[in-house]
């Protein structure tokens, strides 16, 4: 004899509408979730393979300098890493160096950066913390225009009307700072007199520079989260201390990573300094001297490019010019996740 059958052990009747599971899913959604799944698969795989894709392109161009240098560097007559002579490339013997190139590029690089950091702090705060709604965009606009504008463009201004402008400076650097070993009587008047310096040369490459590390630091430091602030506000912090211990450590990371992005740009820059300096200048902290760098170096001899021999003791050149840029990247991600 069997039990009678209660409203508990009774079983709920389906609901919803005809070809929905109980649970409310049906057929429709399950399509739109196999839809996402499959967008999601192709997002990661076109992800991956563009990362891959740069990391191969970056493997073959350092392939390709070595498989050029190497030979003409077995030649070298001369220490590659030493040697301070004029570079020989003519005839059968080769002889060549990189210590001038090397200290040109990085006093250059050095004295863009200096002079470069501590404004685009000042414009990224200012933008950031300071600066009236209205004027945030065309403050902006003005700043960001300047990565626009060509690098020869940037050359012409810098010999035509800055170094002009520098002469006087110059002078009185030479006579009032004269004991300082950057600002000593150069050896080549002809470039001091013209304003064709490493001074002037750091100053354009400093603006040049200028709006890459503005615009990725006011970025960062309108990533600031809202709490942060607030909670320096309600500890009865002023303006300049909520920018001090809520903003400054929250961005640092960012600004260091856009120093090193504009300290990449100032490292390869070619035209510009061609127009400036290009003339070999000695191994001194003189800041009043010219000077090659890697870039500039290559750029005045492409017109010797006529055999392998001299063509591979050029790509040496832009060989240690991809290292030096590859050690500060990596040095700037180091300081990057240290401060993470």
């Known amino acids: ?45 076109l992800s991956v393979g563009s990362g891959l894709l740069v990391s191969v392109v970056i493997g073959l161009i350092a392939v390709f300098l070595l498989a050029q240098a190497v030979p003409s560097l077995l030649d070298n007559e001369e220490n590659f890493f030493t040697y301070t002579g004029d570079w020989v490339t003519t005839g059968d013997r080769l002889a060549f160096g990189i210590p001038q190139l090397f200290y ?41 225009l300047l990565a626009a504008v060509p690098s020869i463009v940037y050359g012409l201004w810098g010999i035509l009307v800055l170094g002009p402008a520098m002469v ?11 004991f300082l070993p950057f600002f000593q009587e150069p050896t080549q008047v002809a470039n001091m007199s013209t304003g064709g310096t490493l001074l002037t ?69 070619t035209m510009a300094l061609l127009l400036i300096i290009s003339t070999a200048g000695p191994m001194d902290f003189d800041l ?30 832009g060989l240690t010019l991809f290292v030096l840029t590859f050690v500060v990247n990596a040095a700037a991600r180091a300081v990057v996740a240290g401060k993470k």
Request: charged share 15%; glycine share 10%.
């Open 1 to 45: 004899m069997t039990s009678p059958t209660t409203e508990d052990d009774a079983v709920p009747p389906a609901t919803g509408a005809p070809g929905e599971s109980p649970d409310g899913t049906g057929s429709a959604g399950l399509q739109v979730g196999a839809r996402h799944r499959i967008a999601d698969r192709v997002f990661r795989t």
């Open 104 to 144: 040109a590029t990085v006093v250059v690089s050095v004295i863009a950066l200096m002079l470069a950091m501590p404004v685009s702090l000042g414009i990224s705060i200012f933008l950031t913390e300071y600066a009236p709604k209205r004027l945030v965009g065309p403050i902006s606009y003005t700043v960001d």
């Open 168 to 178: 006087p400076v110059n002078e009185w650097l030479v006579g009032h700072l004269g």
């Open 201 to 269: 040369a750091g100053i354009v490459l400093a603006v040049m520079i200028l709006p890459i590390i503005t615009a990725v630091t006011r970025e960062v430091f309108m990533q600031t989260p809202k709490g942060h602030r607030e909670a320096a506000l309600a500890l009865g912090a002023t303006k300049f201390e909520v920018v001090k211990l809520a903003v400054l450590p929250f961005g640092f990371s960012g600004y260091i990573s856009g120093c090193m992005l504009g300290l990449g740009r100032a490292l390869g820059e």
């Open 288 to 317: 009043m001297e010219s000077g090659e760098t890697f870039a500039t170096k290559i750029a005045n001899n492409a017109a010797e490019f006529d055999s392998p021999a001299k063509t591979g003791a050029y790509i040496s050149a």
